[in-house]
């Protein structure tokens, strides 16, 4: 049974940093793609970055250039390192999951194992 558990969350100023963790446990397939996505205050969830197993990377336009998605397949631990946080970057942060597809989606429809979620404040 495929379980992922976050942490990391918390709260920051604006222009500061977090770092997020995702340990996964219970899938051993030969392809996936893991995902950050996260739900502002009263809006959908939205994909942040997607890696697969052989660190190809994607990245929502927000956030380009200031978070980085990574991946350690050995300890099977996902990352997002946040810098340059803006108070528009509070949400729910949710790591995903899937094995079904060859390229990797920032669409939340496209995961089916989902982690609790950290929240993450950003203030001014």
């Known amino acids: 049974q495929v379980q992922l558990v976050e942490s990391g969350g918390g709260s920051v100023q604006a222009g500061g940093s977090l770092r997020l963790s995702c340990a996964a446990s219970g899938f051993t397939y030969s392809r996936f793609c893991m995902g950050w996505f996260r739900q502002p205050p009263g809006k959908e969830r939205e994909g942040v970055a997607t890696?697969?197993?052989?660190?190809?990377?994607g990245y929502a336009d927000s956030v380009k250039g200031r978070f980085t998605i990574s991946l350690d397949n050995a300890k099977k631990i996902l990352y997002l390192q946040m810098n340059s946080l803006k108070p528009e970057d509070t949400a729910m942060y949710y790591c995903?999951?899937?094995?079904?597809?060859?390229?990797?989606?920032?669409?939340?429809?496209?995961?089916?194992?989902w982690g609790q979620g950290t929240q993450v404040t950003v203030s001014s």
């Open positions: 890696i697969d197993k052989y660190g190809k990377t």
């Open positions: 995903a999951t899937d094995y079904r597809w060859y390229s990797c989606l920032l669409n939340s429809i496209a995961y089916n194992y």
